[in-house]
Antibody, heavy 121, light 110 residues
Framework: EVQLVESGGGLVQPGRSLRLSCAAS????????MHWVRQAPGEGLEWVSG????????GYADSVKGRFAISRDNAKKSLYLQMNSLRPEDTALYYC??????????????WGQGTLVTVSS | QSALTQPASVSGSPGQSITISCTGT?????????VSWYQQHPGKAPKLMIY???KRPSGVSSRFSGSKSGNTASLTISGLQAEDEADYYC??????????FGGGTKLTVL
C-alpha cells in the first residue's frame, strides 16, 4: 500500500524558515517524480514545486521561487521542502504527491494527508 | 502562472449529468495531453479521477469522463449521486517544469 506521510509543519514567524519532510513507502520511491502542493485555509489547490526521480529536474511556482528548495533522498525514501523567508501568505496545508507514470509530471496518483504550516507573528 | 479557469460552482439533481469546464491557454492545456482532474471532499486529500485528459484510474466509476478541445478541458459526471458532492480541480502541465491548477469547482447535488 502506497503511503505518504508529511511532517515538519507548525507555527513560524514571518521571515523564518521551516523544513518539511515526506516519508514514502509501498512503492519504489526512486522510480517516480514527486511534488509539493499546498492549500490555504478555505482556498483551492496550488502547485508549489516538483522534482524528478533523480533530482535532475526541478520546478517552482513563481510565488515561492528563490525562497523554497525541493530535494529528495532516494536512499531514505524521503522528499523535502526547505522553506525560507516565510510569509503569511505561505500559510497552508502542504501535501506531498507522487507522480503516476514515468515522467516529471503526468498526474498525481497518491497524496499524503498534509502538514499544516502557519506563518504568523 | 495564472490559475486555470473553472466555474466556481455547479449543481445537479441525482441521476442528472453535469460538466465542469477548465479553460487554460495554448501554453498549458492546449499544448500538452497532461490534464488531470481531482475530487476533494471536505477535510480529505485530493483523489485522482481523470488523467491524460480522458483516462480513468482503476477504481474510479465509469460515470466520470474527461475530454479536451483546444485550450479547454472538461469533466463530465453522469448519473449524479449524493457522494459526488465535492470540490473538483483540474490540473495541467504548463511547461518549464511547472504545473498549474484550476481554481476549483464546488459541485452540489440537489
Amino acid at each position: 500500500e502506497v503511503q505518504l506521510v508529511e511532517s515538519g509543519g507548525g507555527l513560524v514567524q514571518p521571515g523564518r524558515s521551516l523544513r518539511l519532510s515526506c516519508a514514502a513507502s509501498g512503492f519504489t520511491f526512486d522510480d517516480y517524480a514527486m511534488h509539493w502542493v499546498r492549500q490555504a485555509p478555505g482556498e483551492g489547490l496550488e502547485w508549489v514545486s516538483g522534482i524528478s526521480w533523480n533530482s535532475g529536474g526541478v520546478g517552482y511556482a513563481d510565488s515561492v521561487k528563490g525562497r523554497f528548495a525541493i530535494s529528495r533522498d532516494n536512499a531514505k525514501k524521503s522528499l523535502y521542502l526547505q522553506m525560507n523567508s516565510l510569509r503569511p501568505e505561505d500559510t497552508a496545508l502542504y501535501y506531498c504527491a507522487k507522480v503516476g507514470g514515468n515522467g516529471y509530471v503526468d498526474h498525481f496518483d497518491y497524496w499524503g494527508q498534509g502538514t499544516l504550516v502557519t506563518v504568523s507573528s | 502562472q495564472s490559475a486555470l479557469t473553472q466555474p466556481a460552482s455547479v449543481s445537479g439533481s441525482p441521476g442528472q449529468s453535469i460538466t465542469i469546464s477548465c479553460t487554460g491557454t495554448s501554453s498549458d492545456v492546449g499544448s500538452y495531453n497532461l490534464v488531470s482532474w481531482y475530487q476533494q471532499h471536505p477535510g480529505k486529500a485530493p483523489k485522482l479521477m481523470i488523467y491524460e485528459g480522458t483516462k480513468r484510474p482503476s477504481g474510479v466509476s465509469s460515470r466520470f469522463s474527461g475530454s479536451k478541445s483546444g485550450n479547454t478541458a472538461s469533466l463530465t459526471i453522469s448519473g449524479l449521486q449524493a457522494e459526488d458532492e465535492a470540490d473538483y480541480y483540474c490540473c495541467s502541465y504548463a511547461g518549464s517544469s511547472t504545473v498549474i491548477f484550476g481554481g476549483g469547482t464546488k459541485l452540489t447535488v440537489l
